[in-house]
């Protein structure tokens, strides 16, 4: 957009005061000048004169014309810039006083001759005033007495300048152009690369106006152009860390028009809050712009994929104990409980009496989570050897004696039954042996009872516990 254009004749660096010149030149051939000289008397209707007083008379400071040669006079009236483009009412005076009585001629007075209304305003007392509009500069006015004419207006100063008002990125600078057919000055600006010069480089730190100015004689045009300093700026989310699968909310605040790149994962690019979701670790900048500015900031999502290993699989004998090993993670929990000898420990002992499978959850120091699982299958030696888990010796004929059932009979190197003082109330070394609830001919009461059973099966030597009920 054009900057704003002014033609002025009061600014900075110039002196207060007048500043609109014009020069009024009267030719009084065949007029007699008497010993007073050629005067200018009237009024300025609106502001005072700087060189001549309002309500002007043949007497007041200033309003006696020069002799050039010949019968032609002239004098140069300023008068302040506020005057523009208002009204003037004068009339040329032949003498130094201001009545006829004393030998003034003043035209436009009642029967005067030649001069008339074309060219003036009536003076409320039978007589007429010239009339002329004060220009915005300078201008002249020439006439003969009698004699009606135009004032002709200066020549204005005009300058313009360009870019017109334009955005910059803090940092930046820009050439500025002013053209003028006369010389060219700028506001003193300590941003500028020079004063008195046409194209002068701007690299203001802010948002600043600027003014170059062009001048005939005391008359000045005036045209602004703005730069507008322009520093976006933005802030990221903290970095993060998430676990594979998870989602993030990232945010970022600052000035401007925000997008996020790469896209990759984000639930959008052109938002200030997006839902980062990415398969693996990322860098994600925010970039706020404003126009052609730019300005960034980074967030680093770390993706975390954790793998625990919960060991391989094995096979124990019942009865014997394996140290499971579990890796990959800062916390460990196993599931099911059963058979181990911790829950929430790397490497726990199992000693399961089945066959299992033991589920392991790994957590890492992030809180990310990974399963693996690990079976252990319990082997019976001697399988096919069980025990009832209750008998009942009350002479009905049913479940009258407790022993070991098989359906083949390996060695026996001891069974025995112990009552619940520990005091060994039956001992057997064979199959067709078994007890039948009695001690040393007595009863035993009804309660439970511990049993023990060695063998040797399988080419090695097995011990079989168990508890079992007698009931009567």
Known sequence: MRGVFLIICL???YAAGAQINITFTIDVTGSAVGAGGMHIAGQFATDSAISINAD?????????????????????????????????EFEFVRD????????????GNPND??????????????????????????????????????LIPGPDPVITVSP????????????????????????????LSCLLCNNPLASPDTTTYYYAFAAIGSCMAVETVLVEVVVPAVTAAADTVLCNGASAQLYATGSGNITWTPATGLSCSSCDNPVASPASTILYYATASAGNCFAKDSVLVTVETISV????????????SVMLHGS???????????????TDCASPVAMPIVSATYTLTGTSDNGCKATDEVT????????????????????????ETFGPVSNFHPAINAFRIYNRWGEMVFESKSFSSQWNGNLHGEPQPTGAYAYDLTLLCDGRQVELKGIVSLLR
């Open 11 to 13: 600014f900075a660096g």
């Open 56 to 88: 002007w008379n043949p007497a007041a400071p200033g309003s006696k014309m020069t002799h050039l040669s010949g019968s032609t006079y002239q004098l140069l009236v300023t008068f302040p810039f506020s005057a523009a483009g208002k009204l003037l």
């Open 96 to 107: 130094s006083v201001w009545n006829n009585n004393t030998g003034d001629v003043s035209e």
């Open 113 to 150: 001759c030649c001069l008339d209304l074309t060219c003036g305003l009536s003076d409320q007392s039978g007589g007429i005033n010239r009339v002329i509009t004060i220009p915005a500069c300078s201008g002249s006015y020439d006439c003969s007495w009698n004699i009606c004419a135009s």
């Open 164 to 191: 017109g008002n334009i955005i910059i990125c803090k940092g930046e600078s820009v050439q500025l152009n002013a053209a003028s057919s006369t010389a060219v000055s700028w506001q003193a600006d300590p941003t």
């Open 309 to 320: 290993e919960a060991g391989t699989d094995e096979q124990l004998l019942l009865g014997d």
């Open 328 to 342: 990959g993670a800062s916390q460990y929990q196993w599931q099911p409980p059963d058979g181990l000898s911790c």
């Open 376 to 399: 252990l299958i319990v082997i019976v030696p001697c399988d096919g050897i069980f025990f009832p888990n209750a008998f009942t010796p009350n002479g009905d004929g049913r479940n």
